[in-house]
């Protein structure tokens, strides 16, 4: 009986783990959010449709409306960039730009413009008097916390985030494009992500000189040199989001319908389901974690989620307990670099059909090695690279449950 009722608990703090990975917490309105940022582990802000600002102090136990001048201006809020726990900076159609110095007591209206059919997106501050805004056609930027606007013309006409890296080297996103400031903002061009259409990129993820995209069904786009050269993470496979974010080199989350999140933990090589709301229409529009495991997302219809976990499940097992692997598994090709041939090992656990197909950085495929049934058991393959030029390729095995991906370079 004691051992029954120890299997029952241990099951039953699984479950409730399980369900708890992601708590819903109670924002207080029901209008979309597109924006959330934090900036510490207490404080954060979220902004949205009909001129929604709300706060908390308490790590998103509780959530105060913020009143601001915005409603009766330009009601849709796009973005808020809280620089410290007193400043606080807040985008909106007609180029509308709203700020607090006491933590949203009073607000400062910094720039407006009724009769302009556009609107600012994107916000970044290196310090609290240098800053950007991103806008249609345009982005302004500021050396006096945004009491004097310098405007630069903008080569693109919808976008979405802005981010500098220092006072010169910036980027900014928008449809189907990433383009690249190193004079400050005053004019920028295009980095050349490899894609044919033109891909909604809503967020920029950035981690030192990491910078990842993904947009809507496309695949996930990743830069190691701030966006000088791109590389397709996920070739062949339309991951395809609203709202990425990454909390270090190799941890990553990516939002999209139906509450629907995603997460890597390779650097946006593979990706899995972390949580879906088959029943919910919201989608997951703002993403931000303050450490590791502690994250926050922000979605349409005013839901806003936490976790403390990672988003993980935490469960606790028995030392009887099994272990269940996935289906198969990928190894690091050896030697890597080679010159002409290398070895390919993987293993399977599930008897399945599974391809094995080589990629080139920009997601072309170039050879399929082979696409039919294999039986459970190691394998290993000498693959002969002699129909490929030098350079870094992606190997990727994949079945209709999961896919894996790794890098190989060849030197001839």
Known sequence: MKKIILILFLYLISFLNSEAQWIQQNSGTGYNLYDIEFINEKTGWAVGDAGVVIKTTNGGDT??????????????LWSVFPFDSNIVYITSGKDLIIKTIDGGLNWNILNFCPECNSAMTGIYFLNKDTGWFLGTNKVFRTYDGGNTLDSFYVPWFTNFDVYFKDVNTGIFCGTGRVFKSTDGGENWFDTHVPNGPFYMFRKLAVVSNNVWIVGSSSPVFRSTDFCETWEITTPGQQIGGVAIHFVNENTGFIGRSSNNLIKSTNGGYNWYQQRTDSNSNSIILSIEFETDSIGWLACGSGKIYKTITGGEVLTYISSNSIELPNNFNLDQNYPNPFNNETNIEF???????????IYN???QKKEEIFNKKINRGKYKIRYNAGNLSSGIYIYRISSNKLSLSKKFILIK
């Open 63 to 76: 959530w105060m409306n913020i009143p601001n001048p915005s409603p009766p201006l330009n009601p849709n």
């Open 347 to 357: 293993n399977i656990t599930e008897n399945d059909v599974y391809i094995l197909e």
């Open 361 to 363: 950085v920009n997601g």
